[in-house]
């Protein structure tokens, strides 16, 4: 069996936390600390990827990163796809120790997965206690198997992580080449959500009791774009769909010549209108595959976030309110870093302009140590 990677959900407590994402064009860092349970940035920055889909490229490219930060030798956090991993959610009695937790989650995972252990990356976390009413509640409509009994008073459900091993390698072999040492492999979802907590627009003492309702986290890419959907902040769905150009300047590259280029206004407004209008079309869809026994509520607010260029592009032409007319509801462009305090140095006028193409990133780097 391959090693399980305890790295997932790192238990290590530290005062600096760098996190890391790749796309298809770019690396994004961002560095933060936390201090008296306030979160403060320390650093961020973001640069061109010089060969698309180039491992090497992308080391070199992150090792340019560290030393403009200074951030060598320092803990990172990365992300996989949860789309490239596979999950599983499990009930176990919470008087069990810590080796009956291995194997039984062990278990879960050979007879769930499938692909061999020695192919994949296992890892698991205590997501929350329930009652043994809820337990007994849940049997009763044959959500949960007979077989869990009524004996213990309280039950965990625990969450089974695993990922392939041709999909985690070559990410933790760019951290390597790049001088950073690796603090967690974390799964996108994971990361968003905890950004997603530093994005909502209620106050801060607010936002983990006051119910959130469905929130979509629309990430605009290069080449691909992707939605989530959280419920009371926990996510619950992802839809990616593809799309040919990237921004608006490689729209017009593409279609006109460089002489009439500046002189063309309304093809602007076109290019973004209908970004705007699939954006639309592919959250209602995702809306649509919720699963309606576990959701309640109508879509009470989106966020923009991903590729700078169509995030401003869709602000700039003020498409943001046709999008928000079409899906019936607030649009609002991502900003994780709108409760934290920032460091000596930090451009607070780049950070704000940056913030949307920084919501993994620093997902990740908000990862807390569990006790």
């Known amino acids: 069996m391959r090693r399980i990677l305890s790295e997932l959900f790192g238990t290590r407590r530290r005062q600096y936390q760098v996190g890391v994402e790749f796309t298809d064009t770019q690396v994004r860092l961002v560095s933060l600390s936390k201090r008296g349970g306030q979160h403060r940035v320390e650093g961020f920055s973001i640069d061109e990827l010089g060969v698309i889909g180039d491992p090497h490229a992308a080391a070199q490219c992150l090792a340019r990163l560290v030393k403009r930060m200074g951030v060598k030798g320092q803990r990172v956090s990365l992300a996989v796809k949860s789309s490239f991993a596979f999950t599983k959610s499990a009930l ?8 009956e937790n291995d194997d039984r989650m062990l278990a879960e995972a050979e007879s769930a ?27 009763a409509r044959s959500r949960v198997p007979q077989e869990l009994s009524s004996h213990a008073g309280v ?84 839809r990616e769909w593809g799309h040919e150009q990237t921004n608006f300047d490689s729209y017009l590259k593409s279609q006109l010549s460089d002489e009439i280029i500046d002189a063309i206004g309304s093809a602007r407004l076109d290019y973004y209108r209908e970004v705007a209008s699939e954006t639309a079309n592919q959250v209602r ?9 576990e959701v309640e509520g109508e879509l ?18 003020d498409l943001i309110e046709e999008m928000a007319n079409s899906l019936l509801c ?32 620093c997902g990740l780097a908000m990862r807390e140590a569990s006790a």
């Not at 869809?285 to 026994?293: F, G, R």
């Not at 976030?305 to 032409?317: D, K, S």
């Open 155 to 238: 039950y965990q459900k625990m969450l089974l992580v695993a990922c392939k091993a041709d999909v985690l390698d070559p990410v933790l072999e760019i951290a390597e080449q790049a001088g950073l040492r690796l603090d967690a492999v974390d799964l996108d979802s994971f990361a968003l959500e905890r950004a997603l907590m530093q994005s909502t627009f209620l106050p801060l003492k607010e936002a983990a009791s006051q119910p959130l309702g469905v929130v979509a986290l629309i990430l605009l890419e290069s080449g691909h774009s992707c939605v989530h959907l959280f419920h009371n902040g926990n996510h619950k769905l992802q």
């Open 300 to 317: 009470s607010l989106a966020l923009l976030g991903g590729n700078g260029a169509l995030a401003r592009g869709l602000i700039e032409t």
């Open 113 to 139: 997965l499938p692909y061999a252990l020695d192919e994949v990356y296992l890892d698991y976390a205590v997501v929350e206690s329930i009652p043994t009413s809820v337990v007994s509640s849940l049997i």
């Open 92 to 99: 176990l009695d919470a008087t069990l120790s810590r080796r």
């Open 285 to 293: 869809i995702a809306l649509s595959q919720l699963p309606s026994d």
């Open 330 to 361: 607030e649009v609002k462009s991502a900003n994780p870093f709108r409760r934290m305090t920032l460091g000596e140095g930090v451009d607070s006028i780049a950070l704000d302009r940056d913030a949307p193409l920084l919501m993994l990133a």
